[in-house]
């Protein structure tokens, strides 16, 4: 199989099942928008839950995948069955004892924690201490989401993508359930959420660990911290900690800056931010996700040629999906905040404050998702130091750029901020890229970028105009949701029309990938062509 076709349908798996966990996840905040607004109470959970968040970010699905994975296929690959069931159990131990520690400590410095990252809640008692409550109740669900990302990484390394990428649905489902059917029994209704949150976790786990052992995944007693492999883990964990926490980082020092601004401030880029991640979720996570095994593979057999080819496909791909869905987010923003959340205690004023925080955030939507798939190629090439440094001066840069723009921008500073740091990251993170690789099909690359421009910027001015004609805010639910979904199928197609009036590769790959795809059926020797 074509390895760019390869890293086409490995995405769209991904991307496919991360777009219905996503969905769920609307649906999740449509019910806590519906049930919390932007309340003081619902302040103090979104800081509450981002903590263990963003540690599961980047101690699971992050750096300790990108450092378990080329260690796992190389067990998988070079070593004996029972080396690499000993490993993975030896590794599965291990995390497991520093994840009840770390999760240990959360609890014990809730008060410490809530005041380093969420000071302005010192004023109002009552929030703090909510806010304390909550990071302790929910302490637990680092450990589930930790060993469910461990799941993740062995099953993606033996090409089970579908699973590990829908499982996120569960614990959306069960957080629906606790605002639904546990807040309303609860003497402070957010508590009920936090519990949903426990019991999702926990279900995500479990629905897991049954394909994980059933790969390979054969628990021992052994705990062997001196490992050959743990220590190579080890060494690549340190760096990729710093370098894939710089977007988590950043979200950190919004929320700490944030509670300094109006009530209110830390729940609209919350809101903002979930409409950023669908995307960033569905296209550049999936396709970093994807590329890795790819990259990995052309690094270790010093297929420096096509490895660029690849990191070429990767750039170009995802930059022909982010464009038009950057314009897509600012043209649509309102309608799309009034449509899916504006409800119940979610009002005018928080669909207004949302919506800023959006327009701020689209900005570095591209810059987000390319650096899954840059951040995968240095992984690829067993370089974690050189994201980490770079990761470190960009979160310095985003500290700088917030301080300086919170003051005339309020909220929407601390976004654009981080959009503005984001796209330095990824900027840099190409520049050595073509220090280290040569030549990356940089003029290539450029021409992609213009033709995408000039074909969203047409699609963005016709939906503008569409949806001043069509969208009214007073109109039903059903109506507005209507008319929201025929902008986005008519910008879409619109978009696609115009390139393939221009003759825009990746357009055209797109087709006849679908199509060899569905002619495998009927003849699997058929392969889809490669980009030219």
């Given at each position: 199989m074509d390895k760019n076709e390869k890293v086409s349908r490995a995405a769209g798996t991904v991307g496919g099942m991360t777009l219905a966990s996503r969905l769920f996840g609307f649906l999740r905040d449509v019910v806590i928008g519906w049930s919390f607004?932007?309340?003081?109470?619902?302040?103090?959970?979104?800081?509450?839950?981002?903590?263990?968040?963003?540690?599961?970010?980047?101690l699971g699905e992050g750096a300790v995948s990108a450092a378990m994975i080329p260690v796992y296929g190389e067990y998988v690959n070079t070593r004996s069955k029972e080396d690499t069931r000993r490993f993975a159990s030896n590794l599965f131990n291990i995390q497991t004892v520093v994840l009840v520690l770390v999760t240990l400590g959360i609890i014990g410095l809730a008060p410490f924690v809530i005041t380093v990252f969420a000071p302005g809640f010192l004023d109002e008692p009552g929030k703090f201490e909510l806010?304390?409550?909550?990071?302790?109740?929910?302490?637990?669900?680092?450990?589930?989401?930790?060993?469910?990302?461990?799941?993740?990484?062995?099953?993606n390394t033996h090409g089970n993508f579908a699973l590990p990428a829908a499982a996120p649905v569960i614990l959306n489902i069960g957080m629906i359930v606790g605002a639904l059917f546990i807040s309303?029994?609860?003497?402070?209704?957010?508590?009920?959420l936090a519990l949903g949150v426990l019991l999702g976790a926990f279900l995500q786990l479990m629905v897991q660990l049954p394909r994980t052992f059933q790969s390979g995944l054969k628990l021992s007693w052994v705990l062997d911290w001196k490992d050959p492999g743990i220590i190579k883990v080890a060494k690549l964990l340190g760096p990729a900690i710093v370098a894939f926490g710089v977007y988590e980082v950043s979200l950190l020092i919004e929320t700490l800056l944030a509670s300094l601004l109006p009530g209110g401030s830390i729940s609209f880029l919350y809101y903002a931010n979930r409409l950023v991640q669908l995307p960033l979720g569905v296209f550049g996570v999936a396709l970093g996700i994807a590329i890795l095994p790819t990259l990995t593979e052309q690094a270790s057999k010093q297929e420096f040629t096509e490895l660029r080819g690849t990191l070429n496909f990767g750039i170009r791909w995802i930059l022909f999906i982010t464009i038009p869905a950057t314009v897509g987010l600012a043209v649509l923003s309102f309608p799309i905040?009034?449509?899916?959340?504006?409800?119940?205690?979610?009002?005018?004023?928080?669909?207004?404050?949302?919506?800023?925080?959006?327009?701020?955030?689209?900005?570095?939507?591209?810059?987000?998702?390319?650096?899954?798939?840059?951040v995968s190629a240095f992984y690829s090439l067993q370089d974690t130091k050189t994201p980490m440094r770079i990761g470190i001066y960009t979160m310095?840069?985003?500290?700088?750029?917030?301080?300086?723009?919170?003051?005339p921008l309020k909220h929407g500073g601390l976004?654009?901020?981080?959009?503005?740091?984001?796209?330095?990251?990824?900027?840099?993170?190409?520049?050595?890229?073509?220090?280290?690789?040569?030549?990356?099909?940089?003029?290539?690359?450029?021409?992609?970028?213009l033709r995408f421009s000039f074909a969203s910027a047409l699609m963005g001015v016709a939906v503008h105009y569409l949806n001043a004609w069509l969208f009214v805010p007073t109109d039903s639910l059903i109506v507005r949701l209507t008319v929201l979904v025929g902008e986005v199928f008519f910008g879409a197609a619109l978009y696609a029309g115009i390139s393939a009036v221009?003759?825009?590769?990746?357009?055209?790959?797109?087709?006849?990938?679908?199509?060899?795809?569905?002619?495998?059926?009927?003849?699997?020797?058929?392969?889809?062509?490669?980009?030219?």
């Open positions: 607004g932007a309340s003081a109470a619902a302040d103090a959970f979104f800081v509450a839950f981002r903590i263990p968040n963003i540690q599961r970010r980047i806010t304390v409550s909550l990071t302790r109740w929910m302490g637990p669900f680092l450990i589930f989401i930790g060993l469910s990302a461990f799941c993740m990484g062995l099953l309303p029994y609860m003497e402070q209704p957010i508590m009920g905040i009034q449509t899916l959340w504006e409800r119940g205690e979610f009002i005018r004023a928080t669909t207004e404050g949302t919506q800023y925080a959006l327009i701020f955030y689209a900005v570095g939507l591209c810059a987000f998702c390319g650096m899954k798939i840059l310095i840069l985003n500290v700088g750029l917030a301080v300086a723009l919170m003051g976004a654009l901020a981080t959009s503005l740091s984001s796209i330095a990251n990824a900027a840099v993170l190409v520049y050595l890229l073509k220090k280290r690789l040569g030549r990356l099909g940089g003029r290539k690359i450029v021409a992609s970028i221009m003759k825009v590769e990746e357009w055209h790959f797109l087709v006849k990938l679908v199509k060899n795809r569905n002619a495998a059926k009927a003849r699997p020797d058929t392969l889809p062509e490669d980009l030219p």
